[in-house]
């Protein structure tokens, strides 16, 4: 019986699967970051190598050939960045077909079911990507903390903070950021986030930023104007994402488009979600957002599959 083995490897996590035939999960893995250009090679490597272990004894197939094997992995742009990466996959020893391909396509397969439209993830990063009715693609955004990134939760908890400093110094509005963010991390005053973010090695890193969208999100369930506009902007950053990849791809004319949203951010709900959406349609009429069918780590499933020839569409509902 074919089995098939899909991993997603973000910026926070690795998850591993592996399925049959009909797409059925046997086994589950689960370590930690993937994304090498922040964490290292060795590192990501072993977090690779540790979700696909665990997913195949979970699944009780140790030593028994795979069909076919899909890993989306953050930060695998470029040439350079496949060919590091094909280096660690080639490493495990799976022999059989392998597919690497950007995160961002196992979030869009995982989401739509297999089926054409649009994903916008807003993780600790962000990046949306699309495919369309002749499988074309495109992605936009996912240029890293830098140069990009804008209204993924890195982005968020960086805004958050300045919002709080700004604040104290008497540059901007008043927030409950700030007394939230002394709370969270024991400080007197929100000027000492200064020896937490440029400290050597600075305690508060990308990741630990990025986890402050909760606490962001909380302050503008609590009513604070900074906490919605960081909220209102994050919304708006991800719906120029989304539009950017809609326009350069082509759409069945009177088809709806379906455009989900992947990640931690989306849990401000409608905060974020309206401003995204209205970008959206402004820029694609035919846009539909709907919620994600499933995880960016079936999403990986799905496309062994199809690089095994199944058609997605013929699997019996949804499964994961």
């Not at 098939?4 to 592996?18: I, N």
């Not at 024991?186 to 990308?206: A, F, H, Q, W």
């Not at 909380?218 to 900074?226: F, L, P, R, S």
Request: glycine share 14%; net charge neutral.
């Amino acid at each position: 019986m074919p089995w098939v083995l899909g991993l997603d490897g973000s910026s926070t996590k690795t998850v591993a699967l592996v399925a049959n035939e009909k797409g059925r999960v046997l086994g589950r893995g689960e370590a930690g970051p993937a994304q090498y250009h922040t964490i290292g090679l060795r590192a990501a490597a072993e977090s690779i190598r540790a979700a696909v272990r665990a997913a195949i004894e979970d699944a009780g197939l140790l030593g028994q050939a795979l069909s076919a094997a899909s890993f989306a992995l953050a930060g695998v742009d470029r040439t350079t960045d496949r060919q590091v990466m094909a280096g660690v996959i080639a490493s495990l020893g799976l022999g059989c077909p392998i597919k690497l391909d950007l995160h961002a396509s196992a979030a869009l397969a995982g989401a739509t079911g297999g089926l054409p439209g649009a994903v916008v993830v807003a993780g600790t990063g962000s990046i949306a990507y699309g495919e369309d009715q002749k499988g074309n693609t495109y992605r936009a955004g996912g240029y890293g903390p830098v140069l990009g990134d804008e209204g993924g939760g890195y982005d968020i908890g960086r805004r958050a903070m300045l919002a709080a400093l700004r604040a104290e110094d008497g540059r901007g509005p008043a927030t409950i950021l700030g007394e939230k963010l002394k709370k969270r991390f024991m400080l007197t005053s929100v000027s000492e986030l200064i020896n937490l973010v440029y400290g050597d090695p600075p305690p508060l890193g990308r990741p630990e930023i990025a986890g402050l969208t909760p606490m962001v999100i909380e302050a503008a369930h609590e009513g604070d104007t900074m906490a919605r506009e960081i909220l209102r902007v994050a919304g708006r950053e991800l719906g120029l994402l989304a539009a950017a990849v809609l326009t350069k791809l082509e759409w069945a004319k009177g088809q709806p488009v379906p455009v989900a949203g992947s990640g931690g951010a989306f849990e401000a709900g409608n905060l974020l979600a309206l401003p995204m959406q209205q970008v959206i349609r402004s820029a694609c009429p035919q846009a539909e957002i709907v919620q994600p069918r499933h995880t960016a780590s079936y999403g990986a499933v799905l496309l062994a599959l199809r690089h095994m020839g199944i058609r997605l569409e013929d699997l019996p509902g949804d499964k994961h």
